[in-house]
């Protein structure tokens, strides 16, 4: 889809390859394992935990252009979900080209109703969604 | 502690960054260039995670 995906902690570009070799669930991986070792990278995107030098779990999403469109953090154990990712860098692609537009929340792919948001809206949301 | 660039917020410009990353395809070590990314018209999905060998 004209996407780097790179995932980002603070370890060391060695770590990532010793992890990628011995862990099994990571044997199908493809993307870029990104070293940030000084924890600058993190602390661009307001990720760093200085308590332990970690950084949280953010997922953020850049267009071409270099806007950030999505920006997002999960509590410390709370795992992400692919399909929700993939949700909202569909939705971002979309309104990149059409930024008139709103996705609703039930929006998940191109040909999904969208909103355009306008003064005959104003507390017309619902007949809106539903015409 | 303030430091300006960590209030990147959504709609805003992500400055130039590099960082060095491990390529599982081609088994080596390669520099990553955020505008090398944006000349290629790609979008950039970072995805930062606490810890290798813990779960993501």
Known sequence: MGAALITVSTDTEFVHLAWKRDEKELAEVKYLMGADPTGNLSRMFGVYDPSSGLALRGTFIISPDGTLFNSEVNFYNMGRNIDELMRKFKANIYLSRKASEGCPSKWKDEGDKTLRPGPEMVGRVHEALNE | ?56
Do not use: R, S
Not at chain 2, 3 to 14: A, F, H, N, S, Y
């Open chain 2, 1 to 56: 502690m303030t430091d300006p660039v960590t209030e990147l917020k959504v709609g805003q410009q992500v400055p130039d960054f590099e960082l060095t990353a491990y390529n599982p395809v081609a088994h080596n070590f390669e520099k990553v260039h955020f505008a090398d990314l944006k000349a290629a018209g790609k979008w950039t999905i970072l995805f930062f995670y606490p810890a290798d060998f813990t779960f993501v």
